[in-house]
């Protein structure tokens, strides 16, 4: 039904097309589908306007993301600048045979490195805003110890994550 219309709203060939939550409710097979079908009606040269919850559908398909907040336009850009700009932390997961996180926790505190920091299911993950530096003393601290590291992960913030931070910088700009 979602396909058909698109359809119909092409039959015109229009110059813009305004989709409002083209991929809700959907299964992944379909959201996929419709993603593929929005990219290729763009890059057949039609304007797409994409109003969705589904921030990762809008950071992986846009150009301009405009985020409303509170019926206010907190931000204009695109998502690799919005991403950069929005984003200062990133997440480091340790995946190891540690069995006692708490020394390297609280040298990676210390140092200020990592801001927090969560146990579960014996993935360590660190948040933090100098993933360099975490990272550099993180090597460091198992390069002296027996402990072996298993697996280590970078993770980026998620388009949820920098929408929340805009909502953030908003409330304390009021």
Do not use: M, W
């Not at 813009?16 to 009606?41: G, H, M, S, W, Y």
């Not at 109003?51 to 204009?76: G, M, P, Y």
């Not at 919005?82 to 006692?100: G, H, N, Q, V």
């Amino acid at each position: 039904r979602r396909r058909l219309d698109i359809a119909c709203a092409l039959i015109h060939d229009p110059e813009v097309l305004i989709l409002d939550e083209p991929t809700a409710n959907l299964d992944p097979n379909l959201r996929k589908n419709i993603l593929e079908l929005i990219k290729k009606i763009n890059e057949n040269g039609t304007t797409v306007i994409i109003s969705s919850h589904i921030l990762d559908d809008i950071s992986t398909l846009c150009d301009q993301v405009l985020f409303i907040d509170d019926k206010r336009v907190v931000a204009l850009d695109a998502p690799e600048n919005l991403r950069a700009k929005l984003s200062d932390k990133e997440i480091i997961e340790i995946t190891s045979d540690l069995k006692e996180y708490n020394l390297l926790i609280g040298s990676l505190l210390n140092k200020k490195l990592v801001e927090e920091y969560q146990v579960n299911n014996g993935i360590l993950s660190l948040h933090t805003k100098d993933t360099k530096n975490a990272l550099k003393h993180i090597t460091q601290h198992f390069g002296k110890s027996d402990d072996n590291l298993s697996n280590i992960k970078i993770i980026k913030p998620s388009f949820v994550d920098i929408f929340e931070s805009i909502q953030k910088n908003e409330q304390n700009k009021n």
